[in-house]
């Protein structure tokens, strides 16, 4: 496939669709827009004439089935996903889908093998991964422990607190108009798993596996939790966990059911004579990253703090960049199902833990 030469197809044009993709992957030299799958007639032929998208589909089916194009960017609920990956890939398309993947591991495993067998790039929209702050948190971190000057790797703290995720976005394009009753091959509940268990699992995943994910991208290490503890108090439900990464390094969850009119999402990170502290922007805060601390006290010499200056990019544009160059061969996926996976079964392996404590009937 020659460079600049990808052709894009969308499943999905809503709020998510429009803001944080389809409008970067039309900001892309070289990318062409060329189809959209979405249901709802209306809406569909104004986000298609508004982006210079050619081709209107009602279904993903037909648009495989009927479209040339390279590539499928899916924007929908992810109980969608199962079905809708399954049918891109074995119509041999490069996919990228919002997080999480699926929702059972047992599916999210499938595709993931699914994708390696044909050889075709799949990755799930972690867009931290992409934040250049992350990545530049990510290679100091790794540079510590490389180096061994600054001593062990102790601890790694998140915390997501909530917010004002949209950031004060402009609106998306939107007409009025009802979901249509897609008909799909829906994943089932696991068998040990309770109604209550299953609603808890989708809620993890869809809210906290950014945070699990990351915590382990930018750790650059696997990790086991302990314990996981879920709070109420009165009508607030907050999570808390302590686990261990394969290096022994303690890992902490802090997920406190805050609401405020800003957001607030980070992580930090200890070594005996290092600390690191990076600030999340919200997830729609266009041409913003994660804003980065490094302070270094080595055990001869001066202390410094360091305060990179960085791209001012925010995750969804550079995943759409980075996708693309994935497609070409020009960088390594960086969210790969693989990985992605791993949130679902993490998800899984709390609700096990939770459901034993009698937390979830």
């Known amino acids: 496939m020659a460079s600049g030469s990808i052709r894009i197809g969308f499943v999905g044009g809503g709020y998510m669709g429009q803001l944080a993709h389809i409008e970067n992957y039309w ?102 991964r992409c934040d250049p702050g992350v990545r530049w948190a990510k290679a ?9 000057a600054f001593g062990p790797f102790l601890s790694l703290r998140i915390w997501c607190c909530h ?12 007409i009025q108009e009802d979901f249509p009753k897609y008909p799909s091959r ?15 699992h989708t809620g993890w995943t869809n809210y906290y596996s950014h945070q699990t994910n990351l915590a382990r991208y930018a750790a650059g290490e696997d990790y086991k939790l302990e314990s996981i503890k879920r709070n ?36 930090e990170v200890y070594f005996q004579r290092a600390k690191l502290v990076a600030k999340i922007p919200a997830p729609l805060a266009s041409r913003q990253c994660a804003e980065v601390i490094a302070f270094e006290n080595p055990a001869s010499g001066e202390a410094r703090e360091i305060r990179p200056s960085l791209l001012s990019m925010d995750g969804f544009a550079e995943q759409a960049r980075h996708f693309v160059r994935s497609i070409l061969g020009e960088e390594a996926p960086r969210s790969t199902a693989a990985e992605a996976l791993k949130e679902v079964e993490l998800s899984e392996e709390i609700i096990r833990k939770m459901q034993a404590q009698g937390a979830l009937k």
Do not use: C
């Open 140 to 148: 100091k971190i790794a540079e510590w422990k490389a180096s061994g």
């Open 27 to 128: 900001k892309l030299p070289g990318v062409e827009l060329v189809a959209l799958a979405e249901g709802r007639a209306k809406t569909a032929e104004l986000v298609a004439k508004t982006y210079g998208i050619r081709e209107v589909y009602p279904h993903h089916s037909e648009m495989l089935k009927k479209s040339q194009i390279d590539a499928v960017v899916a924007i929908t609920p992810f109980h969608l996903n199962a079905e809708l990956v399954e049918d891109a890939l074995k119509a041999g398309k490069h996919v990228i889908t919002e997080k999480p993947q699926v929702n059972t591991s047992a599916k999210g495993r499938e595709l993931a093998e699914l994708a390696e067998a044909k050889k075709l790039v799949y990755q799930v929209g972690y867009m931290k």
């Open 186 to 200: 829906v994943e089932s509940k696991p068998e040990w798993m309770t109604e209550n268990g299953w609603k808890a």
């Open 163 to 174: 917010g004002a995720w949209q950031w004060f976005h402009e609106p998306a394009l939107s």
């Open 232 to 267: 109420t108090i009165g009508e607030t439900t907050s999570f808390f966990g302590t686990g261990a990464f394969t290096s022994g390094a303690q890992i902490t969850l802090d997920f406190p059911s805050h609401v405020s009119n800003h957001w607030d999402e980070g992580f």
